[in-house]
């Protein structure tokens, strides 16, 4: 309906902005900054500790790149979580208080 609930068209819009930011935080910008600078650094630890060829030491740094990707998982949902509790989802619970 139009016009008999203001509110509700908020509240999804809320809803869709804050799973859009949550997803693009959490799912690629945060994941792909991490497994960049592992693999960045093992790259490096490897060029400095081990007389491998090249081509040897980047495919070790792919798998330990993917061999993160189970133990970042939690982590990365839990620090978003906390992020957008304390930032973004407050302007949630301003609009909630003005509502209500």
């Known amino acids: 309906g139009n ?5 509700k068209t908020t509240k999804v819009t809320a809803a869709v902005v804050d799973t859009f930011i949550w997803q693009a935080l959490a799912s690629v910008i945060i994941p792909g900054f991490t497994i ?3 693999c960045a650094t093992s ?12 081509p040897v030491r980047k495919w070790t740094t792919t798998a330990v790149g993917l061999s993160a990707i189970p133990f970042i998982i939690k982590p990365i949902d839990r620090f978003v979580d906390s992020f957008l509790d ?3 989802r407050k302007t949630y619970d301003i609009e909630k208080q003005h509502k209500s």
């Open 3 to 7: 016009g008999k609930n203001p509110g």
């Open 36 to 38: 960049n600078r592992l």
């Open 43 to 54: 790259l490096y630890l490897l060029s400095k500790t081990s007389r491998w060829p090249l």
């Open 86 to 88: 304390s930032t973004l």
